[in-house]
Antibody
Framework: EVQLVESGGGLVKPGGSLRISCSSS????????MSWVRQAPGKGLEWIGR??????????DHAAPVKGRFTVSRDDSKNTLYLQMNSLKTEDTAVYYC???????????????WGPGTLVTVSS | DIVMTQSPDSLAVSLGERATINCKSS????????????LAWYQQKPRQPPKLLIY???TRKSGVPDRFSGSGSGTDFTLTISSLQAEDVAVYYC?????????FGQGTRLEIK
């Protein structure tokens, strides 16, 4: 099974910033469309953003609740995906998962595989 | 955004019996260009990330047991577990990928009766 691993979660105060990372030893992230999905404690799943493969332009999409505050990026030299989170709110508290978009042949897709997730807690 | 609504919220089924989970989308997720339904199902066990079970509404991911099957078209979809096993206890989510943003159902908790 292809592995993804997130890191960098932790406790941050409201209004603060945090950058979390996702890496893989099997997937060359520059060749994949990669997404971030979050799950608030005891709640469901929410897609928050993606970055396209380099060959597809490497552009990003972000969900409305985080647009302007969160940024998905990638460092190809480190084969690492990032989620920069600014102006954090208590409602951003969640486990954040990175996942690869499926090869659907259309713009959107399923998500597979998923990393184990990293917990971000926003609290004073 | 397309709203995905699952029913029931929770379900208890006896071992060896059939479990059925429904998912309804607020608009059709049938993609006209390829005539496929943009609907996926995931299984999430406690303290684990979601795992993909089915995509294109009925295509089982390689390695997923054949007791899991997906059906439906347009706005109404079903995940069926033909003979419930103890290891199937989990929360199940549907997800549409017809439109941006991709959206998930609220989840259905499946337990053993």
């Amino acid at each position: 099974e292809v592995q993804l691993v997130e890191s960098g979660g932790g406790l941050v105060k409201p209004g603060g910033s945090l950058r979390i990372s996702c890496s893989s030893s099997e997937i060359t992230l520059t060749n994949a469309w990669m997404s971030w999905v979050r799950q608030a404690p005891g709640k469901g799943l929410e897609w928050i953003g993606r970055i396209k493969s380099k060959t597809d332009g490497g552009t990003t999409d972000h969900a409305a609740p985080v647009k302007g505050r969160f940024t998905v990026s990638r460092d190809d030299s480190k084969n690492t995906l990032y989620l920069q989170m600014n102006s954090l709110k208590t409602e951003d508290t969640a486990v954040y998962y990175c996942s690869r978009d499926g090869n659907s042949g259309i713009y959107e897709a399923w998500f597979d595989p998923w990393g184990p997730g990293t917990l971000v807690t926003v609290s004073s | 955004d397309i709203v995905m609504t699952q029913s029931p919220d929770s379900l208890a089924v006896s071992l060896g019996e059939r479990a059925t989970i429904n998912c309804k989308s607020s608009q059709s997720v049938l993609y006209s260009s390829n005539n496929k339904n943009c609907l996926a199902w995931y299984q999430q066990k406690p303290r684990q990330p979601p795992k993909l079970l089915i995509y294109w509404a009925s295509t089982r991911k390689s390695g997923v047991p054949d007791r899991f099957s997906g059906s439906g078209s347009g706005t109404d979809f079903t995940l069926t577990i033909s003979s419930l096993q103890a290891e199937d206890v989990a929360v199940y989510y549907c997800q549409q990928y017809h439109s941006t943003p991709p959206t998930f159902g609220q989840g259905t908790r499946l337990e053993i009766k």
